[in-house]
Nanobody
Framework: QVQLVESGGGMVQAGGSLRLSCAAS????????MGWFRQPPGKEREFVAG????????YYADSVKGRFTISRDNHKSTVYLQKNNLKPEDTAVYYC????????????????????WGQGTQVTVSA
């Protein structure tokens, strides 16, 4: 069973940057797509960014396109989310997740596309 642990959250002013990390242990993630989701206060969990199993394709929600970058290092079993030009509306708990199917090449943006989740890390952006 794979475990995912997010880190790198915190408080930052609008316009600032943060890099989140998601470290996997227990089993490899190298054959699986990975995604980042977030859950703002009082709202549903929403897709943020995803990468296919080999990092050859990345995709983003419109709200973060051009500001966030997802990347992965399969040798380190770690996925990253670089977040630049942060806005107050980016305030949320951020979760990483592993695709329930391996070697998928398409975009996976639904909650049910993933079957393993981290515990989340809080990001707070002040105006």
């Amino acid at each position: 069973q794979v475990q995912l642990v997010e880190s790198g959250g915190g408080m930052v002013q609008a316009g600032g940057s943060l890099r989140l990390s998601c470290a996997a242990s227990g089993r490899t993630i190298s054959r699986y797509g990975m995604g980042w989701f977030r859950q703002p206060p009082g709202k549903e969990r929403e897709f943020v960014a995803g990468t296919i199993w080999n990092g050859g394709k990345t995709y983003y929600a419109d709200s973060v396109k051009g500001r966030f970058t997802i990347s992965r290092d399969n040798h380190k079993s770690t996925v990253y989310l670089q977040k630049n030009n942060l806005k107050p509306e980016d305030t949320a708990v951020y979760y990483c997740a592993r695709d329930r199917s391996h070697f998928r090449g398409g975009e996976r943006i639904d909650y049910d596309d993933y079957d393993t989740w981290g515990q989340g890390t809080q990001v707070t952006v002040s105006a």
